[in-house]
């Protein structure tokens, strides 16, 4: 009978854990209520990997168009500029350009995250 009672008191004992504490306190005023909105939207690691994106996609850019293309435009008959390419009114080459810029943005960020997980810095 000991081993039963040690296994209701177990029991007990996690019941008690699992029970939800009392909800937090509103907020007092309105410098309290920003604090939390602050603290639960998590809003300034937002801001920052907002801006580190802005120039990480401004880097990846200048790489793209300062490196790669040139590169792409070596292997076109000379005198054909890649970003003049046109179909109509249509800019077709400087779309390429841009979906070039994008596919190795997305490129890059993958290899971040996945090097983070990793890392594991989630």
Same mark, same amino acid.
């Given at each position: 009978m000991s081993k039963e009672k040690e296994m209701l008191d177990e029991l007990k004992q996690i019941r008690e854990l699992l029970t939800?504490?009392?909800?937090?306190?509103?907020?007092?005023?309105?410098?309290?209520? #920003?604090?939390? #909105?602050l603290k639960s939207y998590k809003v300034i690691g937002l801001a920052v990997a907002f801006i580190m994106g802005i120039y990480l996609g401004a880097l990846i850019g200048a790489l793209v168009t300062d490196l790669v293309m040139p590169i792409v435009e070596f292997f076109l008959p000379p005198g054909v500029a890649f970003e003049s390419w046109t179909v109509g009114p249509f800019r077709i080459g400087h779309f390429l350009?841009?979906?070039?810029? #994008?596919?190795?943005?997305a490129l890059v960020i993958f290899l971040l995250v996945k090097l983070t997980k990793r890392m594991g810095l989630e």
């Open positions: 939800p504490g009392p909800p937090p306190p509103p907020p007092k005023n309105l410098l309290e209520e #920003f604090k939390h #909105f350009g841009q979906l070039i810029i #994008f596919i190795i943005v």
